[in-house]
T-cell receptor, first 115, second 117 residues
């Protein structure tokens, strides 16, 4: 079956711009979460969505936001980009019942460079 | 506060040698435990997981891990490494229950594994 798909894979923005990243979960997975990965801070939890509702949010400023659609696809948005937002943004989906519940399946990530 | 410590930032082993990557965690209860691997430019792939039961778990690619409650550890092992095992390895913990289907993981800082030919 198809894995978690993230688009775009690479993008370059300049400070002050905004960016939208997209994530399509594995078919049947209703939970989607986002993580930021940087060399200095490692993997940090951004937020997670289930049934179009944000269930948890990490310790990031309000410039970071997200949403989930009725088909479980998710987007995250970063406004007023800063140099420190350069990172690999990883999306993960998980089942909510049955086998493998609680296991996160990750996409290959969207690498954002802010100039 | 929940935390995961991977004491070794970088490990180098020879091909064919055994491997052990250390992971210690701090959590209010016995969490769900995971090991993920990441190759350069790629996402994370699950190697193995511990939810409950047998404390020695087997994963993919010949990896295994042992949960030791008394030491709050979940070390990853492989008896004989291959050059293709060179990657970054992440230990992670998650809550031992699912809140309305959602799951949040706390990751360690990772251990970069280099294989000498």
């Amino acid at each position: 079956k198809a894995g978690v798909t993230q688009t775009p894979r690479y993008l370059i923005k300049t400070r002050g711009q905004q960016v939208t990243l997209s994530c399509s979960p594995i078919s049947g997975h209703r939970s989607v979460s986002w993580y930021q990965q940087t060399p200095g801070q490692g993997l940090q939890f951004l937020f997670e969505y289930f049934s179009e509702t944000q269930r948890n949010k990490g310790n990031f400023p309000g410039r970071f936001s997200g949403r989930q659609f009725s088909n479980s696809r998710s987007e995250m948005n970063v406004s007023t980009l800063e140099l420190g937002d350069s990172a690999l943004y990883l999306c993960a989906s998980s089942r909510t019942s049955g086998q493998d519940t609680g296991e996160l399946f990750f996409g290959e990530g969207s690498r954002l460079t802010v100039l | 506060a929940q935390s995961v410590t991977q004491p070794d930032i970088h490990i180098t082993v020879s091909e064919g040698a055994s491997l052990e990557l250390r992971c210690n965690y701090s959590y209010g209860a016995t969490p769900y435990l995971f090991w993920y691997v990441q190759s350069p430019g790629q996402g994370l792939q699950l190697l193995l997981k511990y939810f409950s039961g047998d404390t020695l778990v087997q994963g993919i690619k010949g990896f295994e891990a042992e949960f030791k409650r008394s030491q709050s550890s979940f070390n990853l092992r492989k008896p004989s490494v291959h050059w293709s095992d060179a990657a970054e390895y992440f230990c992670a913990v998650g809550p031992p229950f699912i809140i309305q289907g959602a799951q949040k993981l706390v990751f360690g800082q990772g251990t970069r594994l280099t294989i000498n030919p």
